[in-house]
T-cell receptor
């Protein structure tokens, strides 16, 4: 079974803090994604990476950065957390085989509260 | 840019009954992929069913089936014999064909399904 794990299920941080969200996958997938999930807005892509040290901006990259130093690990960084970044963060990974069989596997999510 | 619309924020169904969740999308592409994902409360998002646009036959997975209407750009999910474990958020998603790297998924806003005993 593919396993995507996220470092924390719940996180409480203060405004201005630097926040690291970690995601690890165990299937040697090349592609990894960070989404933000908010009620009524669905999932919105923040960043994705299709190789080590490679990254591309998604739809809402402002206020976030990412790091992928190893294939299995993809980190999301909030340089200076703000209250409007309170949200559920989902990590996903996939093998870019293409076609309909390419499935994104999701982690359990990290619910971040910024006070 | 592609968009995905789920017009039903919430739906409810009686256990053992059938329910249909709606999804429409907008695209100028002729080939693409469509997905339904399920997110149970406090649990991980999982893939329910997928459909290739060039296939006219509707995909089915046990009690889950889709009604894919390409001309109408509609991709509804039918859940038959609903079970309590079907209660979840359901997301419809669109993906462009593989063009190198990886194409991202475009998600709808979700439909919260409640199953009443």
């Amino acid at each position: 079974d593919v396993k995507v794990t996220q470092s924390s299920r719940y996180l409480v941080k203060r405004t201005g803090e630097k926040v690291f969200l970690e995601c690890v996958q165990d299937m040697d997938h090349e592609n990894m994604f960070w989404y933000r999930q908010d009620p009524g807005l669905g999932l919105r892509l923040i960043y994705f990476s299709y190789d080590v040290k490679m990254k591309e901006k998604g739809d809402i990259p402002e206020g976030y950065s990412v790091s992928r130093e190893k294939k299995e690990r993809f980190s999301l960084i909030l340089e200076s957390a703000s209250t409007n970044q309170t949200s559920m963060y989902l990590c996903a990974s996939t093998d870019p085989s293409g076609g309909v069989r390419e499935t994104q596997y999701f982690g359990p999510g990290t619910r971040l509260l910024v006070l | 840019a592609q968009t995905v619309t789920q017009s039903q924020p919430e739906m409810s169904v009686q256990e053992a009954e059938t329910v249909t969740l709606s999804c429409t999308y907008d695209t100028s592409e002729s080939d693409y992929y469509l997905f339904w994902y399920k997110q149970p409360p406090s649990r991980q998002m999982i893939l329910v069913i997928r459909q290739e646009a060039y296939k006219q036959q509707n995909a089915t997975e046990n009690r889950f089936s889709v009604n894919f209407q390409k001309a109408a750009k509609s991709f509804s999910l039918k859940i038959s014999d609903s079970q309590l474990g079907d209660a979840a958020m359901y997301f419809c998603a669109y993906r462009s064909p593989f063009q190198g790297g990886s194409e991202k998924l475009v998600f709808g806003k979700g439909t919260k399904l409640t199953v009443n005993p």
